[in-house]
């Protein structure tokens, strides 16, 4: 076998060993990321959920407005970063196939 041979044999070899756990690794930051959008989701439903009783109890308090639109913002940048989380671990895993 030549040298090239032998270079291209070692370096399928290196794929195959790193491969698992670079496809551990993205899931594990899709997850995380998963996870982040679910606590906060819990968080800020139910900031939304005080701050609309609260509001509906004292109309005159428009400062729950601003509460409830901060929390939705917050919702918004949970998901949108679990979507680019998981695009960038489909283009790393994309990056990678041999």
Do not use: C, R
């Not at 399928?12 to 989701?41: F, G, R, W």
């Amino acid at each position: 076998m030549s040298d090239a041979e032998n270079s291209a044999d070692a370096g399928n070899t290196a794929q195959e060993l790193i491969q698992p756990h670079i496809n551990q690794s993205v899931a594990l930051a899709v997850q995380s990321a998963a996870d982040l959008l679910k606590n906060i989701n819990t968080i800020e439903t139910t900031v939304i959920g005080v701050a609309s009783a609260s509001w509906l109890a004292n109309p005159a308090m428009s400062e729950y407005k601003d509460i409830i639109e901060n929390a939705t913002k917050t919702i918004t940048f949970a998901a949108e970063n679990l979507a680019k989380v998981g695009e960038s671990g489909a283009q790393v895993l994309k990056d990678l196939q041999p």
